[in-house]
């Protein structure tokens, strides 16, 4: 089983402040799953990335298959990203398998 | 993008009682979904992996007797939690992997809280 390591567990921020998340992973993976959960529980896949760099708007996420490492970061944090952010791995590695999470950082953007 | 919806999105039963989580994929067939359990305060753990036309298949401490699973169409699996306890008072969401073997991407059900009185 992936074990999936999620540091910090809590980050509180000024709005404007760049963020960085960090993922680390036991288990060489097909893909990488950073997601985003509201208070109600709902669930946003955020970034879904097998190697390299993704980006979407302030959100940029990187990973290093190598090292199994992978970071989400946010610029210009705004208190609306104010969110638990949890990366997940497949279960044994594969692209088809369930996933394992990470314990999430809550992450408060204060104004 | 594919879209997977649950329901209900929250339900409250008596202790003893028998209650039925529905996860359906509105625009894509998934001939797998996960389901997926939190406990407040605390990460989301994979119960079950439901698959179309066969038995599920279970996580290590996961009663099957208990949640029972029927993935019974490409677009449907349903999640009984029999006899509930206040113990399984707990948020209950599904996924299903994508129709891409290349993107392995996940969608996530909104999710259902449970509570048991």
């Known amino acids: 089983k992936n074990e999936v390591e999620q540091s910090p567990q809590n980050l509180t921020a000024q709005e404007g402040e760049f963020i960085t998340i960090n993922c680390s992973y036991s288990?060489?993976?097909?893909?990488l799953h950073w997601l985003q959960q509201h208070p109600g529980g709902g669930i946003v896949s955020l970034f879904m990335?097998?190697?390299g760099k993704k980006k979407h708007g302030r959100l940029i996420a990187t990973i290093n298959i190598q090292e199994k490492h992978s970071s989400l970061h946010i610029t210009a944090s705004h208190p609306r990203d104010s969110a638990v952010y949890i990366c997940?791995?497949?279960?044994?590695?594969?692209?088809?398998?369930?996933?394992?999470f990470g314990k999430g950082t809550h992450l408060i953007i204060q104004p | 993008g594919a879209v997977v919806s649950q329901h209900p999105s929250w339900v409250i039963c008596k202790s003893g009682t028998s209650v039925k989580i529905e996860c359906r994929s509105l625009?894509?067939?998934?001939?797998?979904m996960f389901w997926y359990r939190q406990f407040p305060k605390q990460s989301l753990m994979l119960m079950a992996t439901?698959?179309?036309?066969?038995?599920?298949?279970?996580e290590q401490g996961v009663e099957k007797d208990k949640f029972l699973i029927n993935h019974a169409s490409l677009t449907l699996s349903t999640l009984t939690v029999t006899s509930a306890h206040p113990e399984d008072s707990s948020f209950y969401i599904c996924?299903?992997?994508?129709?891409?073997?290349?993107?392995?991407?996940?969608?996530f059900g909104p999710g259902t809280r449970l509570t048991v009185t």
């Open positions: 996924s299903a992997p994508g129709t891409s073997r290349v993107s392995y991407e996940q969608y």
């Open positions: 288990v060489g993976i097909s893909a």
């Open positions: 990335l097998s190697s």
């Open positions: 997940a791995a497949p279960y044994s590695g594969g692209g088809a398998d369930g996933l394992t």
């Open positions: 625009d894509f067939q998934a001939t797998t």
């Open positions: 439901s698959n179309e036309g066969s038995k599920a298949t279970y």
